[in-house]
């Protein structure tokens, strides 16, 4: 049976990291990317991740039989079980299904297919039952029923169920706006929208300051050139103040999208996809 490697353990070309200062040392066109894009954008720059990617042998000896296409021992075979489990339960403690290397670029059509653990959450849908009838469930007005698939959080760390809660919220907000639009209006709710744009300012004053030891006053002439026009106005420094106030206030978010913020927008995709095939 062929066995199929982490990617962690994959050829690919080192990503170098980019210069805040310049947008363009950046992917192209960020407000374009996937939410699940975003999520690993933020999580590579997790130091805990990085300690761990860099903890990987990735010239694992066993992976010497898939070089040269010779049979692979017990031993080998042994051995790459238990680094496939470790890597498993190291990706699970940060929310994916399998370990990717922070080094790795983003590749769309690899890490869209369920490669976080909040997008094992499901909506229950009826099962068809051996007499070809459908099974029912039954549900209340305003009642949603989910599945959680808890074989993908065995050995797993705190993350990774968390990262399934966050997907089961965004459900359940989707499910809400829906609800929402049949009741009064004083009764409406709403879930915050999740800006791109912003997510950007913070991907870079993150590398700015945490990676770069940037000045503010630097990073602010950087980042938010737009609220620092005319630099000889009598209002200058109060503006450069204001500016500092922001910055400490994008950090904060910043921070906390590292530190597992990035985990709430992994299912933000899979609501977007869901509610383009509602009927309108």
């Not at 980019?18 to 975003?38: F, G, L, T, V």
């Not at 590579?44 to 990987?56: K, S």
């Not at 209002?235 to 400490?248: L, N, T, V």
Request: hydrophobic share 35%; proline share 4%; aromatic share 10%.
């Amino acid at each position: 049976m062929e066995a199929s490697l982490d990617s962690i353990y994959r050829g690919f070309k080192k990503q170098p990291r980019p210069n805040w200062k310049d947008e363009r040392s950046y992917p192209s066109e960020p407000e374009k990317w996937s939410y699940r894009r975003w999520a690993w954008e933020f999580l590579r720059r997790n130091p805990d991740y990085w300690q761990e990617c860099n903890g990987v042998d990735v010239k694992a000896t066993w992976l010497a039989p898939f070089r040269t296409g010779k049979p692979m021992s017990v031993t080998l075979h042994g051995a790459m079980s238990r680094d496939r489990k470790r890597n498993a339960e190291i990706a699970n403690k940060f929310g994916r299904c399998e370990l990717k290397s922070c080094w790795e670029a983003y590749r769309e059509e690899e890490d869209r297919e369920r490669m976080w653990l909040s997008e094992t959450v499901t909506q229950a849908k009826p099962r068809r039952r051996s007499d070809g009838n459908m099974a029912q469930m039954e549900l209340q007005r305003g009642q949603v029923a989910l599945i959680f698939d808890l074989n993908h959080c065995l050995r797993s760390g705190k993350a990774a169920k968390s990262s399934m809660l966050a997907h089961a919220k965004q459900i359940l907000d989707r499910e809400l706006e829906i609800y929402d639009s049949q009741l009064p209006a004083e009764l409406q709710s709403s879930s915050p929208k999740v800006h791109r744009a912003k997510l950007f300012v913070w991907l870079r004053l993150y590398d700015a300051i945490e990676y770069a030891k940037a000045e503010r006053g630097e990073v602010a002439k950087v980042l938010y050139k737009s609220r620092l026009v005319d630099e000889g106005s009598e209002d200058f420094q109060h503006r450069m103040d204001e500016a500092g106030k922001r910055i400490s206030a994008d950090l904060i978010r910043a921070r906390e999208m590292v530190d597992g913020g990035y985990l709430e927008l992994v299912p933000l995709d899979s609501l977007q996809e869901r509610s383009s095939r509602l009927p309108r």
